[in-house]
């Protein structure tokens, strides 16, 4: 029983994680030297509805990773505009502590091996062709699960966005994005609003050591610094361009918000240099990611698998998505509920079992739907869905399914017969 994962993002190590807990043999496959992908440079947990959507995984017992993020946040239940309760793990040490555990965990991780094509063969995919080096690599499997996410390659950034910002997907250092889903034949949907093809991630990093010492006095302290923008240097425009809706409100567009993730997350796609250092606390101001942060940011939404609600890709017998492949989810928590299903799913289905799908009883189940009708049924391209805020958060609020309460979540999740469903042998 062998399932192969390709891509390492926090998407990609759920799914390893869930298939692993099942007893599969599990390949982690990652085209750069790192795991977490996108989740290098972000941070922000449980805010808003994530909160709920975490408890709910840890009572399904599927909550390691989020268990891991609480051990390593910086920040706990801290608020900012528009969002409470939110935890910040540190980016630096995010990613050993997840490697770590999933090597633990028997999970086989294989870095800078980038997966180029596939093997098909009656409606299934057998194989995956790989490069590793100088090495030319097939790697055979029962189940494949496609969590490439939906950022790069450089051609995306530079015909959809500002050009390629040197983001910490380093598209040049070990090549861009190949969706496994696009090379088994299946036609992808594209995220558009307006004229935008896909859209830009939604903030940047600088390096503390570049700031006044009192805007980070305030961020080591409070995990967040709110500083009002002179009327001249507001940039009307910016929120249109931002995958993450959740953010895309006045108060981000006439302040800068920094928030306190090892480096200051400064809560903008981008933000000329320039005119940066002419705020007062910023005149030294210099970015860490993406390097060219006062250009642009990477381009991401171009290219989601069409899908059904246990996660498996239409079209090919054997193989399943999660993550931004799985559709307009943004977030890491969304990555990491998404790729837990698709790897306890992947596992049913080489045994010939009912797939799960989650009720939408459960926020993760109600979510996973939501966004797969909203796209396929009703053809909707044009938002994203995130626990956190925006379209998804405002329904969770109407459907009664927000909440803080862990007993409500365990109950809610227990009354699904869900209790303990992904905890595994
Ligand atoms: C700058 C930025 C800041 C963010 N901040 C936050 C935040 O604070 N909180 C939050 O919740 N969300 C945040 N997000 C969004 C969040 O990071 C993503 O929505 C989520 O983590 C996506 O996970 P994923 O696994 O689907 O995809 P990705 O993170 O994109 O991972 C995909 C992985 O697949 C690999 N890959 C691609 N093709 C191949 C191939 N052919 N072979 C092998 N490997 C391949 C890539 O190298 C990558 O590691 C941020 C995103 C960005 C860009």
């Known amino acids: 029983m062998k399932i192969v994962v390709i891509g390492g993002g926090w998407s ?53 990773l989020f268990e891991l993020t609480d051990l390593n946040a910086l920040h706990r239940e801290i ?19 997840v490697r770590n555990f999933l090597v633990s965990k028997g999970a086989s991780i294989q870095c800078q091996m980038r997966v180029t094509d596939v093997e098909m063969a009656d409606g299934a995919i057998r194989a995956v062709f790989a490069k590793q080096g100088d090495e030319s690599l097939r790697v055979e499997g029962d189940v494949f699960i496609d969590a490439t996410g939906t950022a790069g390659g450089p051609a995306n950034c530079n015909k959809y966005g500002n050009g390629c910002a040197m983001c910490i997907l380093r598209c040049h250092s070990f090549g861009g994005r190949v969706s496994v889903t696009a090379k088994a034949g299946v036609k992808e949907m594209i995220g558009r609003k307006g004229d935008q093809v896909g859209a830009m991630s939604g903030s940047c990093k600088l390096l503390k050591e570049s700031l006044d010492p009192q805007i980070v006095g305030a961020l080591n302290q409070k995990g967040v610094a709110v500083v009002p923008l002179p009327a001249s240097k507001i940039l009307k425009g910016k929120l249109d361009l931002k995958c993450c809706q ?110 799960l799908v989650l009720p939408s009883s459960l926020t993760v189940g109600d979510a996973i739907q939501f966004v797969r009708s909203q796209m396929q049924e009703e053809g909707l391209l044009s938002l994203k869905y995130t626990f956190s805020g925006s379209v998804y958060f405002e329904r969770m609020k109407a459907k009664g399914l927000y909440t803080t309460n862990r007993k409500a979540i365990e109950a809610r999740v227990g009354a699904a017969g869900l209790t303990g469903v992904f905890a595994g042998g």
């Open 12 to 64: 990609g190590c759920a799914a390893a994680l869930a298939a692993r807990k099942q007893d599969a043999q599990v390949v982690l496959i990652e085209r750069t030297d790192m795991l977490l992908g996108t989740g290098l440079v972000g941070g922000i947990m449980r805010n808003n509805g994530r909160y709920t959507a975490a408890e709910e995984m840890i009572a399904m017992g599927g909550g390691e």
């Open 79 to 97: 608020e900012f505009p528009g969002h409470r309760h939110s935890n910040l793990y540190s980016v630096a040490r995010m990613e050993p502590m």
């Open 246 to 355: 959740q953010y895309a409100i006045p108060d981000f567009e006439e302040n800068i918000v920094l928030l306190d993730t090892g480096h200051a997350k400064l809560m903008t796609p981008f933000f000329p240099l320039e005119l940066l250092r002419a705020i007062p606390g910023f005149e030294n101001a210099r970015y860490e990611d993406p390097y060219a942060g006062g250009l642009g940011n990477s381009i991401r939404y171009v290219g989601m698998a069409p899908r059904d609600n246990a996660l498996k890709v239409e079209g090919v017998q054997n193989l399943f998505c999660a993550g931004e492949k799985a559709g307009l989810l943004v977030g890491h928590t969304e990555a990491i509920c998404t790729g837990t299903l698709a790897g306890y799913n992947a596992v049913k289905s080489i045994r010939s079992e009912k797939r």
